[in-house]
Nanobody, 113 residues
Framework: QVQLVESGGDLVQPGGSLRLSCAAS????????LAWYRQAPGKQRELVAH???????HYAESVKGRFTISRDNTENTVYLQMNSLKPEDTAVYYC???????WGQGTLVTVSS
């Protein structure tokens, strides 16, 4: 059974940083692409960042230069480093494996002074 568990969400001031983690189980982690999505209140879920099995990355325009997605295949974990956070980054952040259409439970990031 494929399972994803996110962590690291918190309340942070504008300009601050957070690192989200997503631990995967039930799969051969290193052969699959993964992604981070987010859903703000009243809005549709949107892609934030994607990383291929080989480590190639893709970012939404709104987070380019501020967010970094990475993966540790020895720990079966994907990360999202978020810097220079803005109030509009406030959302529930979800980890996703496209191959299995599996979502994590989400972790809340709130950017506010």
């Amino acid at each position: 059974q494929v399972q994803l568990v996110e962590s690291g969400g918190d309340l942070v001031q504008p300009g601050g940083s957070l690192r989200l983690s997503c631990a995967a189980s039930g799969i051969t982690f290193n052969i699959y692409a993964l992604a981070w999505y987010r859903q703000a209140p009243g809005k549709q879920r949107e892609l934030v960042a994607h990383i291929s099995s080989r480590g190639s990355t893709h970012y939404a325009e709104s987070v380019k230069g501020r967010f970094t997605i990475s993966r540790d295949n020895t720990e079966n974990t994907v990360y999202l480093q978020m810097n220079s956070l803005k109030p509009e980054d406030t959302a529930v952040y979800y980890c996703y494996i496209p191959t299995f259409t599996t979502w994590g439970q989400g972790t809340l990031v709130t950017v506010s002074s």
